[in-house]
């Protein structure tokens, strides 16, 4: 089964908006960091955004002022607002979940991930 399963992807024109949304199964993530990854082709995968349980967020400076990360833990899900999308931002993205209680943007700590959505942002 898997843990985490995104949603909301898909094509949008420059300038344009679409909300993501990670929702959880099988267990609970409401103490985990999450966060959300991208990996455009040829690219390595990155994260564009973190949160832990309480709140504390972290942003990429390619995304700072145009995405929101959220997360409601009642409800096991995590949301990513994109606005202002730039043709830059076309990739596969992907949520993941960590057992971290600090917020980090490091790949490899990361232990639950989704399948991915795709993001395509035309100009």
């Known amino acids: 089964q898997v843990p985490l399963v995104e949603s909301g992807g898909g094509l949008v024109q420059a300038g344009g908006s679409l909300r993501l949304s990670c929702a959880a199964s099988?267990?609970?993530?409401?103490?985990?960091?999450m966060g959300w990854f991208r990996q455009a082709p040829g690219k390595e995968r990155e994260c564009v955004a973190a949160i832990t349980w309480s709140g504390s967020v972290y942003y990429a400076d390619s995304v700072k002022g145009r995405f929101t990360i959220s997360r409601d833990n009642a409800k096991n899900t995590m949301y990513l607002q994109m606005n202002s999308l730039k043709p830059e931002d076309t990739a596969v993205y992907y949520c993941?979940?960590?057992?971290?209680?600090?917020?980090?943007?490091?790949?490899?700590?990361?232990?639950?991930w989704g399948q991915g959505t795709q993001v395509t942002v035309s100009s």
């Open positions: 099988g267990r609970t993530f409401s103490r985990a960091t």
């Open positions: 993941a979940a960590t057992s971290r209680a600090t917020i980090t943007p490091v790949l490899y700590e990361y232990d639950y």
